[in-house]
């Protein structure tokens, strides 16, 4: 049974990095028609087979590093972030039997959270300015968002009234929760843009301030395993936006279909808005996010107070 768990979740990595080479050709394509042109259209037809063609590109390239990075953590902060960014497919209910988890939402929280060390650890180990700058404005930034994340999350399962995921899917058979908690849905996808490093909170990445932020002095694979690692989790963020405020059974086509539209929204806001100044970043967060959410927060537990004490 173990062996059988094993070989599922290896099938299951192996079509989430094939979303991450699609995903990559899909906003290169998105971002074109944005700006009025075609983006790629020499490899495959249409550009179907770019992806491929860039990875190619990159694990052939000669792996340059600092001769005075700090090569341990330098080597292992790619591998890591990709490590976590796939562990956390492991909560989504898959209704297969794969796995199990009564308190996957922690378990999500838990990789989400020794994500920021990965970066940190990157941009330490690099010994380049811009690369410290680059992973301080991201641990802040990942902290900071990680608030609001936590606390939209608990007002939602105040509602449920449990910490799996799967109850989410039953709950929401006949009501999305977008519906009775739209401010809060709204709230979860700015926090998940914060977290995953996107446009308009890419900080971490600045190109205009940092260079390229922590990842300045990674090439090669180093560089392609941080890319995926930030793809992989922006296709499970809009995942888990679905399975929190969409509703579906991950068996459904529809699924699929709600999570293809908000990987569209990430590339959509990368199209549309202009990078944020740090510090209306952080206040963003503190003063707006947390004081909505925490009022989410006591007015589910009041409204589930209510309930109670009628039933």
């Given at each position: 049974?173990?062996?059988?768990?094993?070989?599922?979740y290896?099938?299951?990595?192996?079509?989430?990095?094939?979303?991450?080479?699609?995903?990559?050709?899909?906003?290169?394509?998105?971002?074109?028609?944005?700006?009025?042109?075609?983006?790629?259209?020499?490899?495959?037809?249409?550009?179907?087979?770019?992806?491929f063609?860039?990875?190619?590109?990159?694990?052939?390239?000669?792996?340059?590093?600092?001769?005075?990075?700090?090569?341990?953590?330098y080597?292992?902060?790619?591998?890591?972030?990709?490590?976590?960014?796939?562990l956390?497919?492991?909560?989504?209910?898959?209704?297969?039997?794969?796995?199990?988890?009564?308190?996957?939402?922690?378990?999500?929280?838990?990789?989400?959270?020794?994500?920021?060390?990965?970066?940190?650890?990157?941009?330490?180990?690099?010994?380049?300015?811009?690369?410290?700058?680059?992973?301080?404005?991201?641990?802040?930034?990942?902290?900071?968002y990680?608030?609001?994340?936590?606390?939209?999350?608990?007002?939602?399962?105040?509602?449920?009234?449990?910490l799996?995921?799967?109850?989410?899917?039953?709950?929401q058979?006949y009501?999305?929760?977008?519906?009775?908690?739209?401010?809060?849905?709204?709230?979860?996808?700015?926090?998940?843009?914060?977290?995953?490093?996107?446009t308009?909170?890419?900080?971490?990445?600045?190109?205009?301030?940092?260079?390229?932020?922590?990842?300045?002095?990674?090439?090669?694979g180093?560089?392609?395993?941080?890319?995926?690692?930030?793809?992989?989790?922006?296709?499970?963020?809009?995942?888990?936006?679905?399975?929190?405020?969409?509703?579906?059974?991950?068996l459904?086509?529809?699924f699929?279909?709600?999570?293809?539209?908000?990987?569209?929204?990430?590339?959509?806001?990368r199209?549309?808005?202009?990078?944020?100044?740090?510090?209306?970043?952080?206040?963003?967060?503190?003063?707006?996010?947390?004081?909505?959410?925490?009022?989410?927060?006591?007015?589910?537990?009041?409204?589930?107070?209510?309930?109670?004490?009628?039933?």
């Amino acid at each position: 049974m173990a062996l059988l768990s094993f070989f599922m979740y290896l099938v299951l990595i192996i079509f989430i990095l094939l979303s991450v080479a699609f995903l990559t050709l899909f906003e290169r394509k998105v971002l074109g028609y944005m700006q009025l042109r075609q983006g790629p259209v020499k490899v495959g037809y249409k550009g179907l087979f770019q992806p491929f063609s860039d990875v190619v590109k990159l694990f052939l390239k000669e792996g340059a590093y600092p001769s005075i990075c700090n090569y341990l953590p330098y080597y292992v902060s790619p591998i890591l972030s990709v490590f976590f960014a796939l562990l956390s497919w492991s909560v989504m209910p898959y209704e297969l039997g794969l796995f199990s988890f009564s308190l996957g939402v922690l378990f999500f929280l838990c990789c989400m959270s020794l994500g920021v060390y990965t970066t940190l650890s990157a941009g330490w180990a690099s010994n380049s300015k811009y690369s410290l700058l680059g992973c301080l404005r991201a641990v802040a930034q990942t902290i900071s968002y990680e608030v609001s994340l936590a606390l939209t999350l608990l007002g939602v399962l105040l509602l449920v009234g449990g910490l799996d995921l799967v109850s989410l899917i039953s709950y929401q058979r006949y009501m999305w929760f977008i519906f009775l908690c739209f401010p809060l849905s709204l709230i979860w996808f700015a926090s998940c843009l914060a977290e995953t490093n996107r446009t308009p909170f890419d900080l971490a990445e600045g190109e205009s301030e940092l260079v390229s932020g922590f990842n300045t002095e990674y090439s090669g694979g180093g560089f392609a395993l941080i890319f995926m690692a930030e793809y992989a989790s922006i296709i499970f963020m809009s995942a888990l936006f679905t399975v929190l405020f969409l509703g579906g059974s991950l068996l459904s086509y529809f699924f699929y279909v709600k999570v293809t539209f908000m990987t569209f929204c990430f590339i959509w806001v990368r199209g549309t808005l202009p990078r944020f100044r740090y510090d209306k970043l952080m206040m963003l967060s503190w003063k707006s996010f947390l004081p909505v959410t925490l009022n989410f927060g006591i007015f589910f537990m009041g409204l589930k107070f209510f309930c109670f004490c009628l039933v």
